[in-house]
């Protein structure tokens, strides 16, 4: 059984280190990693883990770091992977981060000191209510923080410090990998799953406290391409038919009620993501997200009878309707191996915390890496306000995953 009572946490210091490091992705970058400054934290992590013992510490060509803690029990354990990624969000500047620790929480809105407009009002994050006394990680307000996912990346990093440095905690073998370019849906792309020989993962890269989740959205992305028809404006008149505003047509008349701005917990949405072009041809993005595979098949075809119903009206006019499978709900892999969850929940209730299972409202690596061959959920890493300059940590949650981490190591020894 582990004990934390003495334990000097490392996990804090660790996060300053690595928020610090500009690793931010790039969705328009066709290389992997998108940036090579995600290398600059993923050469680091392999420093620190050769440092401390672990000596087979590795980052390959894409950035990728592999790690691995050697078993110390006689009994046949499943292998465990513990993942996360380096990259922060493109959505708020990454670089230059200052992260500012407010120490002792005494319940008040934090003024961000690098732009006193940035204020973490109480209101606005309710979470907040239940960090009293607690040590608030946040940055100087001009920046995101990282805590999405450099949280998670400090807590892998201070559980395998633990575990080198408590030898009598009986344990299976530990596989640890980063990623690079989760952010922009890309985190599982190169991951060599054959390579990493895990049996169960779990991802750290949640939100609240005591947080596990296992679902997912589904997610399609489908690109409409309008193709028009183009005149001279001077004598267009019953000859123009305009890419634009045949696009702005289909636009107008999706359902309001299945957007991301009128949607939450399990409901599906139809999300037009990015738009291009002009008179002649515009293409239009969207993101298709349900949670079970024949609703999101459902919004994709009323999506595609839209477009034939606007078109209808346009005779020289024609449209090019693509999907493209982006992840699937990882729940249906986790139902198979219930005992992941199960033994995920214990973990965090051994931690001092109320477990809570929960929803995603978008993908994880988890997604990806369930439908390769390695079932993984995801459990909390304590980050809030992510991918905004008002992201904010606990360093007291960080802690609890810390110990989270290290209780499941030990449970699927015990059950083994």
Not at 181 to 186: A, F, H, L, Q, T
Not at 289 to 298: G, H, V
Request: net charge negative; aromatic share 6%.
């Amino acid at each position: 059984m582990s004990n934390f009572s003495n334990y000097p946490f490392t996990v804090s210091e660790r996060f300053i280190r690595y928020a610090k490091i500009d690793t931010q992705s790039n969705p328009e970058s066709p290389t992997c990693p998108s940036t090579e400054k995600q290398k600059n934290l993923s050469r680091l992590l392999v420093e620190e883990l050769k440092a401390m013992g672990i000596a087979d510490a590795e980052m390959d060509e894409h950035g990728y770091v592999y790690a691995s803690i050697e078993s110390n029990t006689d009994k046949k354990v499943p292998v465990l992977c513990f993942c996360s990624h380096v990259d922060t969000a493109p959505d708020c500047s990454g670089s230059n981060v200052k992260p500012v620790v407010h120490h002792n929480y005494k319940g008040q809105d934090l003024v961000l000191p690098g732009d006193p407009l940035q204020v973490i009002k109480v209101s606005e994050h309710p979470e907040l209510k239940n960090q009293i006394g607690n040590d608030i990680i946040t940055t100087d307000g001009t920046t995101l923080l990282g805590a999405d996912d450099k949280a998670g990346v400090a807590e892998i990093m201070d559980a395998a410090h633990y575990l080198i440095k408590h030898p009598e905690v009986k344990h299976g073998k530990i596989r640890i990998l980063f990623t690079p370019d989760e952010e922009i849906g890309r985190g599982a792309d190169k991951a060599d799953i054959k390579k990493l020989g895990a049996n169960v993962g779990y991802t750290l890269d949640g939100g609240t406290v005591g947080t596990l989740e296992n679902e997912t959205f589904s997610a399609d992305g489908v690109s409409l391409k309008i193709k028009g028809f183009s005149t001279h404006p001077g004598y267009a008149k019953d000859k123009m038919q305009h890419a634009m505003k045949i696009a702005a047509e289909i636009i107008g008349k999706l359902p309001a009620d299945k957007s991301p701005e009128r949607t939450e917990k399990k409901q599906a949405f139809i999300h037009p993501n990015t738009i291009n072009g002009g008179l002649e041809e515009v293409e239009i993005k969207f993101l298709i997200r349900a949670f079970d595979n024949p609703t999101l098949l459902a919004l994709e075809e009323e999506l595609r009878q839209i477009v034939i119903e606007v078109l209808k009206h346009y005779n020289k006019s024609s449209y090019e309707f693509v999907v493209t499978q982006q992840y699937r709900n990882m729940k249906e892999v986790l139902d198979k191996q219930p005992e992941i969850i199960n033994y995920a929940l214990e973990a965090i209730t051994r931690s001092g915390v109320k477990p809570v299972l929960d929803s995603i409202r978008g993908g994880t690596d988890g997604s990806r890496f369930s439908f390769m061959g390695l079932p993984t959920a995801n459990l909390f890493a304590g980050e809030h306000g992510i991918h905004s300059k008002q992201e904010w940590v606990s360093v007291q949650d960080m802690e609890k995953a810390v110990m989270t981490i290290v209780n499941l190591c030990t449970i699927w020894e015990e059950r083994a």
